[in-house]
């Protein structure tokens, strides 16, 4: 048995259920009216009225178990197969409680004419109103408590990426209109039978009506008990997949969402957490693209801080590459691109591998700071070591060559920029130092230069690496400079 006909017939087996139980009651009722409320009627009792109701029980319960199936298979195989539904499977998927409940009381009218036609009498044909009002309203509630379930699924994936006009009771709606099917309309009967018979209205002072009215309290209790877990299931199980959702959501699985097949406020609700989870998840997006623009912990800093900066002790890696002007010219723009991304892949590598900020891409070239916008107490250990692994890395790639600087100092740390566009950037010399001295090393053997003030402020573990590369005068400055370069440079030179 494939799935979507699983659906189908465990559907007409709650819906053919409902049916047979509520007649079960509908039955009861009508024989005990015309037993001993109606003396006139019991005659009707007979072997042939038998015949043709236990007929009309077997017929409707067919019809309503045929056409229970019939009404959901075509739903049950797009919804198994998962393809989108056309209009007019959609509009049978989030009508189908309505479609159904027509179809039952069809059904229920149907069988009511013609146990009248059977046998035209105004007593049976009182009793078997009664009968087919109750009976048909009973059954349409009841069955709502055998198939909600099984609809559910449905109905929801009839409404993804839907919005939908149709609209169903809401919970105080739903609440009274249970109420006054299952328990005021029985007791309604009970009152008028009591007060028929008190009064001699159709009903003579001398017949009973105690077998009757028992029959009905039993009948409304159960009918009672039923729609109480009918409404309360409508309302527990979606709020119960909201509030397992949210503790999913409140864990970290933001895509997590509830299926939606209500049409009303709880419906809302459900759409409303769906809306909910698709803002977290955009804002997440953002916040991954915004950290990859100007690194995580200056995204954090933006996201939980408006303060405009201020000065810090810091370290900065400047890298630039050589000629890449004459590159561009040589290659296609994607060839170019590749080698930049290349480049770019190795440096963005090691720099967060050793705790530092990629502030910056400036064409060919990258800015890297150590101890902004986080403080470091190792920030000047973490770019000299930085450096020297990049000039290691780099070396491998074919038609690369570049400069490395290092230096340290204060600097103003925070946004520059207007209110409604503004820039995480570190303002100083010794952002104009370390750039002067990539511009530098791009003509020493080791392509790495290290400002004093940055070997200063290392640990002596990495200070060793280093050796003096003596003093020089960097472009645009008006002193010299002391450098040092990585001690594998300077046992090349030597």
Request: with cysteine; charged share 15%.
């Amino acid at each position: 048995m494939s799935r979507a006909v699983s659906i189908a017939v465990r559907y007409a087996a709650g819906r053919t259920f409902a049916h047979l139980l509520t007649t079960a009651e509908a039955i009861a009722i009508m024989v005990s009216l015309c037993a001993t409320t109606f003396p006139q009627a019991r005659p009707l009792l007979n072997h042939n009225n038998l015949v043709l109701l236990i007929i009309v029980v077997v017929v409707g319960t067919t019809v309503t178990a045929v056409s229970a199936y019939t009404g959901v298979i075509g739903t049950a195989r797009w919804y198994v197969a998962g393809r989108v539904p056309d209009e007019g499977q959609r509009n049978a998927a989030i009508n189908i409680v309505r479609l159904q409940s027509v179809r039952v009381m069809t059904v229920w009218l149907v069988s009511g004419a013609v146990m009248i036609i059977g046998n035209p009498h105004m007593f049976l044909a009182v009793a078997v109103a009664q009968a087919v009002i109750l009976g048909g309203l009973f059954t349409v509630s009841t069955s709502l408590l055998f198939t909600q379930r099984l609809y559910r699924p449905l109905v929801a994936a009839a409404t993804q990426d839907y919005s939908s006009r149709t609209t169903a009771p809401g919970v105080l709606a739903r609440l009274i209109g249970m109420w006054v099917i299952n328990s005021a309309l029985p007791s309604l009967v009970i009152a008028v039978l009591v007060l028929c018979r008190h009064f001699g209205w159709g009903i003579p002072q001398t017949s009973s009506v105690d077998v009757p009215v028992v029959v009905l309290a039993v009948v409304s209790v159960g009918l009672g008990l039923r729609a109480l877990i009918v409404v309360s299931l409508s309302i527990s199980d979606p709020i119960h997949d909201v509030v397992q959702a949210m503790a999913e959501v409140e864990q970290g699985v933001i895509g997590r969402t509830v299926p939606v097949y209500e049409q009303s406020e709880i419906g809302r609700l459900q759409s409303g957490f769906n809306r909910m989870v698709a803002g977290l998840l955009e804002r997440d997006r953002l916040r991954e693209l915004f950290g990859r623009h100007v690194g995580l912990d200056v995204a954090r800093l933006a996201l939980h801080s408006e303060t405009a900066g201020d000065v810090r002790e810091v370290s900065i890696l400047f890298i630039d590459l050589v000629e890449s002007t004459q590159l561009a010219s040589r290659l296609r723009p994607q060839e170019v691109a590749a080698v930049f991304n290349d480049f770019f892949r190795i440096v963005v590598a090691a720099v967060d591998r050793h705790g530092g900020l990629i502030n910056k891409f400036q064409g060919d070239a990258a800015l890297a700071i150590y101890g902004a916008p986080l403080p470091s107490d190792s920030a000047a250990d973490d770019a000299l070591a930085t450096a020297r692994e990049l000039a290691e890395a780099l070396r491998a790639l074919p038609m690369v060559d570049f400069g490395i600087g290092v230096s340290a100092g204060s600097v103003f740390a925070g946004n520059i920029g207007a209110e409604n566009r503004y820039e995480y950037t570190v303002i100083g010399d010794p952002v104009n130092e370390a750039a002067r001295l990539a511009d530098a090393a791009k003509k020493e053997a080791g392509r790495t230069l290290a400002a004093q003030a940055v070997l200063d402020r290392a640990q002596a573990s990495e200070q060793q690496h280093w050796l003096s590369a003596g003093m020089r005068m960097l472009r645009g400055r008006s002193k010299l400079t002391n450098t040092s370069a990585p001690l594998a440079e300077w046992v090349e030179r030597q």
